[in-house]
């Protein structure tokens, strides 16, 4: 590897520079009276004397006067009290400091503990809000409160430390300063009485303040800075492209498991890497045996990786075989895939015994390594194993011991029944029998049980002398040992065998529902059924109540809920942060815990498109398994992605909207002046023509006043078609609802037509008791004028066109029946389409509107219109309206 | 009724529109006066005393509903509406103001004749007008007879007040408003009732009922009794 300026890496730094983040700077003491808080408030005024707007958005002050007296220059802005258990906590109010929007705000001990109910846990995740609001912050903190030195810190000076801030925090500080105090003047002021001392914790406070201990602490907190420098020189080296002293790029590998020694192989392994100046990951593999963990040990696996993270490194779960060679191998070809250097692992805890007889996972790293090292690391106050660790646990529930002795006493039975017709040695099969039995369907400690028990009851009762453990031939021995043995393996296989199979089926159920979710949401056609497909699946696969939440103008929308599940303001809230910041929330997480819901961003590449809200399951408040964690994840990025796709195709159906009214403008535009200007050209040819041919006899000049006349009329027509049709399409048309005579209706609409169906015959076929229909009656004219001139228009001279009215299913149905040229099949459906006119025949003149119009009224009316094709040639228009709306 | 020598006002704001009716109804040997507002409008049916006022329910300053309204209050000079066919409510406000008919724009010359010279006529009653004939329709107000092509036709009392109206305004247009009240009484306001009987009316009138040559419908508005 070579040792030059990574391009990746000069980029971060780049951006680190030009990015908008405030800058955090952290006063550091390595105890409580060194003066820290006097420091920030002294630097504070300096930069107030410089001109920047400085505020207070937290200070502890311990009533000490020249504290105070600073702190009472500067601007102070109001606490924020949380109540909690009927007492009243002042917090920080973080909404406070981000709208006030001050250049620099000052927050006092990074490391506090926020009142429960506050947004976020801890106090420095506050303060990360507020840096990413662009504001500059300057904290104070105790180094015993560093994560990574916590250990080291208790192991130093007895006293554990409770609140910690992880490590990766102090890492993006843009500054830190050490305040330092040598610890002899220290203890000085703390005998004058100038440290703050809490009362109640006055005892063990003398005791930490020991000279030892300061001058432990001292020292971690310089070596601290000491690091920091380190860095940024380094960095600082990068940047100016100076060739150098860092080293090859080392990259460790922390393999954690549920052994309560990870967290201090994470602790170390963090320690390493920093002094090496090297990457780290931590890895767990997955063996088939973790489906049956308890979730006790699953969330600790969960907990350590996340530690992990907090402390800076990147974490991966992979999956392996149940055997150690498989985890070992997995282990080591994920080393080599990413170039790590260093893998550092825990010295095994269990007996040597059972090494023997599942391998030793560290043996095979060793053996498997090449040129990797190898570190393996012990804690001094050996941690004993949990009880669910020690061999001694029952695994299965008491009632298949029982089983497992049941068995061994009905093989006994059975023994004395054909104990005399065979060989004795033969009755030991029936024992291994019941061991082979128990090892299937009861587990495998029920198995080593009947093992044991088959053992000893086959020597008491069948063997010389009887019922005592005594044998008096020693070759019996060697069938006790092999019965035992036997058994143990038998069980041990079978009990495995039976844990991958139920791991396999849930891996498989797992891949199913993945599966089953992508296909479901593939084949959903828009946003609605992408979401309840997403939100059934969940409720399914997780039995949790879900709720899909998206942005709409600047708030979120619930658009999909389970039932039962009421969100409030403050879970809107919630739902909103997450969306804003595209990081989980809610409950168990570090922001806003004291939620309902958990809240999932639905992030997908381009960003964040939703949020997911997941509730409590029915019966426990129990927080989600790493593996459901996981299969979540899955299903929150596959819906993401769903919903991103059918967003752009909205999108898309938009532009192809637009696009296609501009067309539909353009043909509006070509066919109205079209046919606005054919009747003009008729009105002004007649009036010129009348105007200058005064010799015009007496027929053609009536000719002509005619054709103007009905060219006028058209006209009229036509205004009013475009009339009815604009206020169709911007929803102004309002109906008048009044009981309408069918007949009545017909009538109208054919003394309208008056002249413009004088070539053809029209029967009208409806009763005179025909029920009266809700409607609005000119508007119904208006579509039965506009059907019947169609009619008239495709139909040939004198032929008949029906009218006909029935009762079908509580509607009333009307049909306008002709006998015309009919309408081509591909057709039927678009003829109600604005402007459309079939293709022939093409001496027919109109806009096209007609239909479109009476489609218009009759669905403003609740009704239907279609068209079809008449039995023996000739087109049917079929109105249906409901007899009440 | 002929027409000639009557006095006619024309009140609408559009100059194209008074120009065509001037030329028209002067060419019949009316006297025609306009305005351009219903304000001048009113001071015109002061001074000027019309037979007849055409008036445009679309006028700039105060509309044609609330002319014909302050008309009403002391003249009884016939009002016929001109309105767009868009405006059904407005027509309906109008006609129940105490408008005496309406057209729709745009209209024929023969047309608006034809409604003048009805709303010219004087209104015939039982008493000086006992029998009323139209077609093949005749109605003896003094024995309640109705008959249709020499066929006497029994009608149902609600049926006769119906017809009544309708012959004793013959050619004017009766909105639904009006029949009901003058039917049923005041406040009666079911259609429901009214469509039945007009229904009902024709089955007994008219030779084919889904093309009626008496009883015509004037849609959204009311009836009119053609003659």
Redesign the interface.
């Known amino acids: 590897m070579e040792n030059r300026p990574d391009p990746d890496e000069l980029l971060k730094n780049i951006q680190a520079e030009e990015t908008k983040r405030g800058r955090l700077k952290i006063f550091l003491g390595y105890v409580a009276g060194v003066g820290k808080t006097y420091a920030m408030l002294e630097a504070a005024h300096q930069r107030k004397a410089q001109g920047v707007d400085v505020v207070v958005g937290y200070i502890e002050t311990h009533k000490r006067a020249e504290t105070e007296e600073l702190v009472e220059e500067l601007e102070v802005l109001p606490r924020k009290l949380v109540e909690y258990h009927n007492v009243t906590l002042p917090e920080m109010d973080v909404d406070g400091v981000i709208n006030r929007r001050p250049q620099l705000v000052l927050v006092d001990e990074f490391a506090h503990t926020n009142a429960p109910g506050s947004r976020h846990p801890k106090r420095y995740q506050d303060v990360q809000e507020i840096l990413a609001a662009g504001i500059d912050v300057y904290t104070t903190l105790n180094i015993q409160h560093l994560e990574s030195l916590n250990d080291v810190v208790a192991q130093v000076t007895g006293v554990t430390v409770r609140e910690t801030i992880p490590d990766r925090v102090i890492d993006e500080a843009s500054e830190i300063e050490v305040i330092d105090l040598p610890p002899d003047e220290l203890l000085v002021r703390l005998q004058e009485g100038k440290v703050y001392v809490p009362d109640q914790a006055a005892r063990a406070i003398q005791k930490f303040f020991r000279k030892g201990n300061l001058t432990a602490l001292r020292e971690m907190s310089l070596r601290r800075a000491a690091e920091r420098v380190d860095d940024q020189m380094r960095a600082y080296m990068q940047t100016r492209a100076i060739q150098g002293i860092w080293a090859a790029g080392e990259c460790l590998l922390v393999c954690i498991s549920p052994s309560p020694l990870s967290e201090r192989l994470v602790r170390t392994t963090r320690r390493l890497a920093d002094e090496l100046n090297a990457e780290w990951i931590a890895l767990y593999v997955e063996t088939p045996q973790f489906a049956s963990m308890s979730p006790d040990k699953r969330d600790r696996v969960a907990n350590i990786l996340q530690l992990a993270e907090d402390l800076g490194a990147r974490s991966y779960i992979l999956s392996a075989g149940s055997a150690m060679d498989s985890v070992a191998q997995t282990i080591i070809e994920f080393a080599h895939k990413n170039n790590i250097t260093k893998i550092v692992t825990g010295k095994p805890l269990r007996p040597r015994w059972q090494e023997f007889l599942r391998g030793s996972l560290v043996d095979k790293l060793i053996h498997k390594s090449g040129d990797i090292d190898v570190y393996v690391v012990t804690s001094s106050d050996k941690p004993s194993l949990p009880a669910d660790e020690s061999p001694l646990k029952l695994h299965s529930p008491i009632h298949r011991y029982v089983l497992s002795l049941l068995l061994v006493a009905l093989a006994t039975v059975i023994g004395f029944l054909i104990g005399g017709r065979v060989e004795q040695t033969n009755l030991v099969m029936l024992y291994l029998l019941t061991v082979v039995v128990s090892a299937i369907y009861l587990g495998r400690g029920p198995a080593i049980l009947a093992s044991l028990a088959g053992v000893l009851t086959f020597d008491v009762l069948f063997v010389t002398p009887y019922y005592t453990f005594a044998v008096s031939d020693t070759q019996y021995i060697i069938v006790f040992i092999a019965l035992f043995l036997v058994g143990m393996v038998i069980s041990q296989l079978t009990a495995r065998a039976s844990e991958q199979a139920q791991a396999a089926r849930q891996r498989e159920a797992e891949t199913a529902e993945l599966y089953d979710l992508s296909r479901d949401l593939a084949s959903s056609a828009n946003l609605e059924s992408i979401l309840h497909v997403l939100k059934k699946h969940l409720e399914q696969t997780f039995n949790r109540t879900i709720v899909v939440l998206l942005p709409e103008e600047n708030r979120m929308v619930a658009y999909v809920v389970s039932e039962n599940l009421k969100l409030n303001d403050e879970e809107m809230a919630v739902a909103d942060w997450v969306y804003r910041h595209a990081e989980p929330a809610g409950r168990h997480t570090n922001t806003l815990p004291a939620a309902q819901l958990r809240y999932l961003p639905l992030k997908t590449s381009k960003g964040v498109v939703g949020v997911l809200g997941v509730g409590k399951p029915n019966t426990s408040d129990a927080d989600l398994t790493p593996a459901e964690r996981r299969l979540m994840e899955s299903f929150a990025n596959q819906g993401a992605q769903a919903i991103e796709r059918a967003l752009l195709e909205e999108q898309n159906r938009q532009m192809v909207l637009l696009q296609s009214a501009e067309k539909l403008q353009n043909a509006l535009l070509n066919s109205i002046s079209h046919d606005l200007r054919t009747p003009l050209v008729a009105i002004t040819g007649a009036l010129s023509a009348l105007d200058e041919n005064y010799e015009m006899d007496e027929p053609a000049r009536n000719a002509l006043i005619e054709n103007a006349r009905g060219e006028a009329e058209r006209l009229n027509r036509l205004v009013g078609n475009l009339l009815n049709m604009t206020r169709i399409e911007s929803g102004a048309i309002k109906l008048h609802l009044e009981p309408g005579d069918v007949q009545d209706l017909v009538g109208t609409a054919i003394e309208q037509l008056g002249k413009r169906i004088e070539h053809h015959q029209i029967k009208v076929d409806v009763t005179a008791n025909f029920p009266l229909i809700s409607m609005d009656f000119t508007l119904m004219v208006q579509v039965i004028v506009n059907l019947l001139e169609n009619a008239v228009k495709y139909s040939p001279e004198d032929s008949i066109i029906e009218v006909a009215a029935s009762l079908r299913d509580s509607k009333a149905r009307l049909q306008i029946l002709d006998r015309g040229a009919g309408i081509p099949h591909d057709d039927l459906s678009r003829i109600f389409d604005k402007f459309y006119r079939t293709e022939h025949p093409e001496s027919v003149s109109g806009t096209g509107l007609g239909l479109s119009i009476s489609k218009g009224i009759v669905e403003a009316h609740g009704g239907q219109i279609h068209a079809m094709n008449r039995e023996g040639g000739g087109t049917i228009i079929e109105v249906e309206l409901p007899l009440k709306i | 009724m002929t027409l000639g020598n009557q006095r006619v006002l024309v009140v609408d704001d559009e100059a194209p529109i008074r120009r065509y009716l001037r030329a028209a109804l002067g060419a019949q040997g009316l006297m025609v006066y306009e305005s351009a507002t219903g304000l001048e409008a009113i001071n015109a049916v002061l001074s000027h005393r019309p037979d007849v006022i055409i008036l445009d329910l679309g006028l700039p300053d105060i509309d044609g509903i609330e002319v014909t309204r302050r008309l009403r209050e002391w003249s009884q000079t016939p009002i016929i509406i001109l309105s767009v066919?868009?405006a059904?409510?407005d027509k309906i406000a109008a006609l129940d103001a105490g408008a005496d008919d309406y057209l729709t724009k745009?209209f024929?010359t023969g047309e608006l004749l034809a409604r003048m010279r009805v709303a010219l006529r004087k209104q015939p009653s039982a008493t000086n007008e006992p029998i009323f004939q139209s077609g093949g329709l005749t109605v003896d107000f003094s024995r309640r007879l109705v008959v249709v092509n020499e066929k006497e036709v029994q009608l149902t009392p609600t049926e006769y007040d119906l017809l009544k109206i309708l012959v004793t305004h013959a050619g004017k247009v009766i909105t639904h408003r009006q029949l009901l009240k003058q039917v049923w009484g005041e406040g009666y306001d079911d259609?429901?009732i009214l469509?039945?009987n007009?229904?009902n009316l024709?089955?007994k009138l008219e030779p084919d009922?889904?093309?009626?040559t008496y009883i015509?419908?004037e849609?959204?508005v009311g009836y009119r009794l053609k003659v």
Request: no cysteine; aromatic share 0%.
């Open positions: 066919r868009e059904e409510q745009p024929g259609m429901h469509r039945v007009i229904s024709r089955g009922p889904s093309r009626p015509h419908t849609p959204g």
